[in-house]
């Protein structure tokens, strides 16, 4: 019995097969960590297979990078997974970006696992442009996500402008409100992030609105910014024109 073929068996059957080959090759089987991090990602049966795996082998594994992920990627059971992982060798998991991007991404039980994280790692949970941008790709709890991610308890890490401007064009109201609350004076409406939310459809007049009346004083309207909410016909007319009246606008060629 190879390696591969054990990868093969963690990562598409059930737990039967693998406890089946655990007791008739057990002289001729190694739970390697590519072993392991396929049952990790065994969207059938992957917290049964890992959970006779700690079982039968136990001292053989080693909680990786590779298996965190793969678990954090895992649709079905990853959450299930995530919290064996923590129950078993929670001291030695450690999480590191891919790993949460890989939650962020997870449009099954991505949520729950990004809880798990901040529940158990906190200090490890990191906002990066790469973990927005996977959120940001997550239609089904990417926003709850990225929620959960800058309600973090005692963050004081200030949002780096380029992760401002994908929330400003790839999230809701909400989300921009939150930020707005979460980081105050820390965060600077720059060109960029009024061109994100003036390109951001559908909801980019509600964002356009909120930093008006949030922070209508630094709010700088280009030509560039303008012409984004042209081109986003959920904009809406009226709210051209008020980008353009803010910036003294009105005879641009851009209406003539």
Excluded: W
């Excluded at 099954?108 to 790692?121: A, T, W």
């Excluded at 356009?208 to 042209?230: D, H, Q």
């Amino acid at each position: 019995m190879s390696e591969e073929d054990l990868i093969t068996v963690g990562r598409f059957y059930d737990y039967k097969l693998m406890e089946l080959l655990l007791e008739l090759k057990r002289d001729n089987v190694k739970v390697t960590e590519e072993v392991v991090k396929a049952a990790a990602g065994n969207r059938h049966d992957g917290y049964e297979v890992m959970k006779l795996l700690f079982e039968k082998r136990g001292e053989e594994i080693t909680i990786t990078e590779k298996v965190v992920t793969a678990a954090a990627g895992n649709l079905n059971n990853g959450y299930k997974i995530m919290e064996l992982l923590f129950e078993k060798r929670g001291e030695e998991i450690t999480i590191t970006e891919k790993t949460i991007t890989t939650a962020a991404g997870n449009t099954n039980s991505g949520k729950l696992i990004i809880m798990l994280l901040l529940e158990k790692k906190s200090e490890k949970v990191v906002i990066t442009k790469k973990v927005v941008e996977a959120a940001a790709g997550n239609l089904r709890f990417g926003k709850e996500i990225i929620m959960l991610l800058l309600e973090k308890p005692g963050d004081d890490v200030i949002i780096p402008k380029e992760i401002v401007v994908i929330i400003a064009g790839k999230f809701d109201v909400k989300v921009v409100a939150l930020l707005l609350e979460k980081q105050r004076e820390r965060i600077v409406i720059t060109e960029e992030v009024m061109k994100a939310a003036a390109g951001n459809n559908p909801y980019g007049r509600g964002i356009i609105k909120l930093f008006m009346e949030k922070r209508g004083g630094e709010v700088i309207i280009t030509e560039e910014v303008v012409i984004a909410g042209v081109r986003n016909k959920m904009i809406g007319q009226k709210r051209v024109m008020l980008l353009m009246k803010h910036q003294q606008l009105l005879k641009t060629p851009l209406l003539s």
